[in-house]
Each structure stands twice: as structure tokens, then as C-alpha cells.
């Protein structure tokens, strides 16, 4: 003891050891804060690039950690992945979404009657033997109709193309949209687009954002492989004008990020804007 030329893993065993206890706490933590409603959703208004008018909101989970404040999804999401514990996370904003979207619904039949929630669901949920019974628990418990619920997925889960393609088919039949999020960050080809019963191609922000060289001829690329295979294109990340006009020209279906609004708070949510 003392010596750490002799003994190499006394040197470095408190500290994995510390990560490994730091882990288990928030994990322990996690599970209270899901079962005492500590979580949160937030929403970001989706908006059609051609006319302006709302579609909808993406549903975003906060966590509201007593004496931590509000925590994002980075600090807990990939603690909450490296167990089941992220099915039963997704399965609570599933729940939550859904409701609150009826809830609007029911106080502006109007304007609030047509828009569509999406809900993100991690690649462990998805391939999990529970992920198609915790969709349609939430749409009987809440009443939504599920044309009005999309599925995001992240496509650098569809490693496991086959398996992924089966639960998403699955997912389908329910009557939900399934959205292939980050698109442009996984492995997934624009040649293989075809190949997944998906719905809407949501591209990643990194690509959305990006004005280097080049930027605009590769969202212009992926636009038209999307509506060549039947999909609905979505940007995200879009911060700039000048980028919602680009996507405008390219026929972009939609768009979402800071340019319209930040994630709201439900109480913060107008179901009837943004019109622009
Ligand atoms: P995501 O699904 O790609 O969500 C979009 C993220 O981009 C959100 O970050 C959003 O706040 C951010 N964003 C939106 N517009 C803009 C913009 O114009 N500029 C910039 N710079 N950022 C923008 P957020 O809320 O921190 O969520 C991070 C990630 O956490 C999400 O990425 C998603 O992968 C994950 N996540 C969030 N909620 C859930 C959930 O309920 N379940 C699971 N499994 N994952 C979730
Ligand atoms: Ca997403
Ligand atoms: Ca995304
Ligand atoms: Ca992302």
C-alpha cells in the first residue's frame, strides 16, 4: 500500500470504484424520481416549413432534482440506458405526453385537435419485449388517437436492422408513425432508407447546422432520398433564418429547434402558435 509502481491497480481502483458508486446512486436516485413524479416533459414546437403552421411538439424529459435543480437528459438519459431502467423512463414520458397532448386537446378542441406528439424511445426500449404493450398502454390510458403519436428512434440503434425493422413494424400496425432521428450520424445509408418502415426522416442537428462546404447540397441529397422512399423530412437545429429559408427551397416538410422556440415547460406551451 503506498506504493503505486508495485501495485498499478491500487492506483486506479478508488477511482473506477467512486464512478461505480457515483452510478448506482443516480441510478437509485432515478428510480425514486420516476416513481415520485420528479420527472418532467418538455416540449418543442415542430412547424411545417412550407406554410408555417404548428404540427406539433417533440416531448424532451427534464428532471427536477431536488437540491440540483432542473437536470437535462445528458446527465441522466445515459446512466438511465445502461440498464432497464430506460424503459421505464420512456414508458413514464410515453404516458405523460400523451396525456398532456389530450389534456390540450380538450381545452382548445380547435386548435389544439390535429397536433401530433413525438416521443423518444431508446434503442434498449425498443428492442425490449415490452416496447409495442407500453405504446398502446399509453394511447388506451390517455385516449390519444395513435395517428397523433410518432415514435422517434434513434438511428444509431438500427445496427440490428432486422430486429429493429420487426418492432417497428410492430409499432406500425398500432396505428403510430415511427420517426429515424439523428439521421447522418449512424451507420444507415441513404440506400438503405428503403428498407425501414418508418414514416418521417428527422435529420440530426449537427448536419442542419452545419455551413461549411457542401452543407446545403448534402441536406438537398438527403431531402430527395427521403420523399423518394415516402417519407416526411424533418430539420432539426434549425437556429438561422437564412437555414429555414435553404429548407424552405429544398421542400423540407418540417422543422424544429431555437428559431421558433426553446423546449417549453407545459404551463409555457401555447397549443395555438407558432404561426408565422
Ligand atoms: P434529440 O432527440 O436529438 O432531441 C433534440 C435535442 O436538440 C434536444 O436536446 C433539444 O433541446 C435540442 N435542440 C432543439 N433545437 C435546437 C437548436 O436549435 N439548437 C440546438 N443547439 N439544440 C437544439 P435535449 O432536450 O437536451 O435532449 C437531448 C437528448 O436526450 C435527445 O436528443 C434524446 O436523444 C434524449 N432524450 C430526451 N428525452 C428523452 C426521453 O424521454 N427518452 C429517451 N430515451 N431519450 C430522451
Ligand atoms: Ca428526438
Ligand atoms: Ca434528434
Ligand atoms: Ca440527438
Redesign the pocket.
Known sequence: RGDRGDEPVEFFAPSLRREQDDRIALEAALVDAIAHDELE??Y?PVVAVGTGVLDGY?????WNRPGHGLL???AF?PV??KSDL?CA??R???HE?ARQLVAWTEEDPIGAADLTVA????GR?LASATIVADVAAALHSSGLRPERLTV?V?ETVLVDVPRASLQMSALRRLGVSISI??FGTGYTSIGHLGALPADIL?I??SL??STGPGATELLALIVQAGHAHGLLVVA????QQQRLDDLRDLRYDSA????FA??LAADDVRTTGPRR
Do not use: C, F
Open positions: 416533459v418538455h418543442q417533440e416531448a424532451l424529459v427534464r437535462q437528459p445528458d438519459v438511465a440506458e430506460i423512463l420512456d413514464w414520458v410515453l405526453a416521443v423518444n424511445v431508446s426500449h422517434e434513434t432521428d439523428d428527422k440530426d442537428r442542419v447546422m432539426e437545429g434549425v437556429e424544429q429547434g431555437y428559431l426553446r423546449p
